[in-house]
Nanobody
Framework: QVQLVESGGGLVQAGGSLRVSCAAS????????MGWFRQAPGKEREFVAA????????AYTDSVKGRFTISRDNDKNTVYLEMNSLKPEDTAAYYC????????????????????WGQGTQVTVSS
């Protein structure tokens, strides 16, 4: 079992930057592929970014490509989402998720595949 705790959300103006973090505790963090999802009010949870166990393989939804970067530090049991050039439509609760992965290079974009979820951190982008 792994516990996930997000932090770093907040209020930022459009065009600004923010980094959210997800700290993991429990079983070996490096055995988990990680993902970030977000959910805006009245909308379904959507995929944002994912990385493999090492962090070398990554994936992004089209709307954040070139603006967001997912990374991880396995020594610190933490995954990050660096968000630049933020837009009001990026406003949402951001959730990290973990999926135990036997294949080192795999990442996952479907929320239903993930085993563990954090409680979320709110990101609000003002226009």
């Amino acid at each position: 079992q792994v516990q996930l705790v997000e932090s770093g959300g907040g209020l930022v103006q459009a065009g600004g930057s923010l980094r959210v973090s997800c700290a993991a505790s429990g079983r070996a963090f490096s055995t988990y592929a990680m993902g970030w999802f977000r959910q805006a009010p009245g909308k379904e949870r959507e995929f944002v970014a994912a990385c493999s166990r090492s962090g070398y393989s990554t994936a992004y939804t089209d709307s954040v490509k070139g603006r967001f970067t997912i990374s991880r530090d396995n020594d610190k049991n933490t995954v990050y989402l660096e968000m630049n050039s933020l837009k009001p439509e990026d406003t949402a609760a951001y959730y990290c998720a973990a999926k135990e992965s036997l294949v080192a290079s795999n990442y996952y974009t479907l929320s239903s595949i993930y085993d563990y979820w954090g409680q979320g951190t709110q990101v609000t982008v003002s226009s």
